[in-house]
């Protein structure tokens, strides 16, 4: 194998390898919560922002240098109580490997938002080992599949070309 020939594909390969670490820790987390116990609970408080940016730069950046930007996402975060054993619980977790915020496009955002609004009655997910662990919603999302069988697809065809 010649590495000054074949450094592309061996490059290729070691991003399919980290991105099937990432996200198959998303799929085997998935895995491991699907028989979590729910118990009913409400959303106390809702905060929005917005996360504006130029490019790839976040306003922080610009309004150092005192430009304006040129794009802006709406971010949303949930605070949520619930109740288990005799105790109360409060967390904000929204989805596996600690996703708290969600972030999209409008319409995203407001079905986000008609489904974990304030004072939204929800069913909370808690681990039965720890309680105080919890999410709003488990299972293995199809998205994360498709980029854990994208990124072994890079890790075949980039081993594949480096072994020619």
Not at 9 to 24: T, Y
Not at 87 to 108: H, K
Request: charged letters at 25%.
């Amino acid at each position: 194998m010649d590495l000054r020939k074949n450094w592309k594909f061996l490059l290729l390969a070691l991003l399919g390898i980290v991105l099937a670490v990432f996200f198959g820790a998303s799929l085997f987390f998935g895995f491991c919560i699907r028989n979590w116990p729910s118990t009913p609970g409400r959303i106390e408080a809702v905060t929005l922002s917005d996360i504006w940016f130029r490019g790839k730069t976040t306003w922080e950046k610009l309004r150092f240098w005192g430009e304006k930007p040129d794009l802006c996402q709406r971010t949303a975060r949930v605070e949520y109580s619930y109740h288990v054993g005799g105790s109360d619980y409060r967390a904000n977790r929204i989805s596996d490997l600690n996703r708290t915020s969600f972030a999209g496009n409008s319409n995203e955002l407001n079905q986000f938002l008609s489904k974990y609004g304030e004072k939204t009655q929800v069913s909370v997910y808690y681990d039965p080992s720890d309680p105080g662990k919890a999410l709003l919603e488990k299972g293995i999302r199809s998205k994360d599949l498709g980029f854990f069988l994208f990124s072994l697809g890079l890790l075949v065809f980039g081993m594949y070309r480096c072994s020619r």
